[in-house]
């Protein structure tokens, strides 16, 4: 019979590409990947990999063998999800993705009532980018993704995915206490014309607002600064090296220094947990999204 462990490791490699990839994703070390590949050849009595240069690549052999591997993983996650669900409890792992400042702002008190009220449910938490989690969350690596995107910059979801908006969260302009703007009501995207940006990088959904923002008010935002984090950015602002747009949630004080403009209209992104629908039966998700909308009251913010 063969290991299901072993189909697990080549059906790794087919997805991703690479021994070490492959092992990134399952938690083991690239030598253990490629252990358990040579034991399932000798399993098997079939060539499954061929080197080709530094990297190997799978025989058609393989990639037929990992196209059913496919298909009995996917029966053996249904058949622990039918069992879990029978039981009714949260147990077993889960795994949550979340951005920084959902990280922060959000995920310790659901973390929290999680810890509290299932303590069967052993939660692993992975901070990244709303991109990669979505596509971690598409790939079966991850369970919940906590996302994000604006009204004019929506997320769009593969087939499979489910979601649920758990809340706005409204965004500011922050400016040095000695620039220009510093003491008026509130501003529009035309009278920031000529600032010098501190902004997330190229490819955020942050940097994707601020351009079809100020675009479609008839202004090129120049970005000075690409900074990820938002702690370093509060850093340049009380510096007056800039100005920047800063979501409440998980913000924290601001440095003396700086103060907020708001703009108008008012920008907010929206916050949702993403999950393959295939799953949602699974009492480990139900009770943890509903955690993480009962925890939104609770949040950290501005």
Request: hydrophobic share 45%.
């Amino acid at each position: 019979m063969i290991d299901l462990a072993r189909l697990k490791a080549l059906h790794a490699v087919a997805q991703y590409g690479s021994v070490n990839r492959a092992a990134e994703v399952l938690g083991y070390t690239p030598s253990a990947v490629s252990q358990q590949l040579a034991k399932l050849e000798r399993e098997t009595r079939t060539t499954l990999i061929e080197r080709q240069g530094r990297g190997i690549v799978l025989t058609d052999a393989a990639q037929q063998l990992a196209s059913t591997a496919a298909r009995i993983l996917e029966l053996v996650e249904d058949a622990e999800l039918t069992l879990e669900e029978q039981r009714g409890q949260a147990i077993g792992t889960l795994s949550i993705a979340a951005f920084p400042t959902a990280a922060r702002g959000l995920l310790p008190p659901a973390l929290a009532r999680l810890v509290d009220e299932h303590q069967q449910l052993d939660v692993r938490v992975l901070e990244t980018d709303p991109f990669e989690a979505v596509a971690a969350v598409n790939r079966g690596e991850i369970d919940i993704a906590i996302v994000h995107d604006w009204h004019n910059t929506p997320l769009g979801l593969p087939d499979g995915l489910s979601r649920v908006k758990l809340g706005s969260d409204p965004a500011d302009v922050l400016v040095p206490a000695t620039h220009r703007l510093a003491g008026k009501e509130f501003v529009r995207a035309e009278d920031l014309v000529g600032e010098r940006w501190i902004c997330q990088p190229v490819g955020s959904i942050c940097h994707e607002w601020l351009i079809r923002t100020m675009r479609r008010a008839g202004v090129e935002p120049e970005v000075a600064y690409s900074v990820a984090e938002y702690q370093t950015q509060l850093a340049m602002l009380a510096r007056g090296l800039g100005i920047g747009l800063l979501p409440r949630l998980g913000r924290g004080p601001l440095p003396d220094g700086v103060v907020v403009v708001p703009l108008q209209p008012a920008p907010s992104r929206r916050l949702y947990a993403v999950w393959r629908t295939t799953t949602s039966r699974r009492p480990a998700i139900t009770v943890t999204l509903a955690t993480l909308k009962a925890a939104w009251p609770d949040r950290d913010t501005a």
